[in-house]
């Protein structure tokens, strides 16, 4: 069974249309996460949620848009996409004060591609 | 703000060699945790190794050792008898602990060559 799951694991869209992705983790974890990895790879967190309440909220263009149905699900919406939104979208989840050490896991990421 | 750094954007290192990965951290916290991912050409993030910082004792999983110098704030990432499949992105993480973001350095890509 897959921890985290994402998808679509590659999306090619247009300049200016509104796309989803989906994040689902059956860890029984608290807290979920989006990272971006841009094109030099460098990896920058976007948002935390905690129990559905977000938690960290990184300087992020309001275009895009967490949505937590319940704390199995983080969902990213984004909205007028642009060519610099272009970048590998990772899904994460951790639980904090486990004996991990609060390791995060991470999905296998959502390529998206905006032309 | 915490801040990774990993001062060695690419190394090679033969197959069956040792090769260490440097990161250093800056922080005023007293207890956080430090990982290393390694990330192959699938994109998929594998965890490598964790460390509190509350122990003293280097982490160790089978050919990946760590060497934590707290008070230097260096967390260096030893991989022994490397292998081909070792080929990756690695990255060094910080966390705080709970309610803290992943904050990672700008990683090393490493070849491992036959």
Known sequence: DTAVSQTPKYLVTQMGNDKSIKCEQNLGHDTMYWYKQDSKKFLKIMFSYNNKELIINETVPNRFSPKSPDKAHLNLHINSLELGDSAVYFCASSQPRDRAGNTIYFGEGSWLTVV | ?114
């Open chain 2, 1 to 114: 703000a915490q801040t990774v750094t990993q001062s060695q954007p690419e190394m090679s290192v033969q197959e069956a060699e040792t090769v260490t990965l440097s990161c250093t951290y800056d922080t005023s916290e007293s207890n956080y945790y430090l990982f290393w991912y390694k990330q192959p050409p699938s994109r998929q993030m594998i965890l490598v190794i964790r460390q509190e910082a509350y122990k003293q004792q280097n982490a160790t999983e089978n050919r990946f050792s760590v060497n934590f110098q707290k008070a230097a704030k260096s967390f260096s990432l030893k991989i022994s008898d490397s292998q081909l499949g070792d080929t990756a992105m690695y990255f060094c993480a910080f966390t705080a602990g709970p309610g803290y973001a992943l904050n990672f350095g700008k990683g090393t890509s490493l070849l491992v060559t036959p």
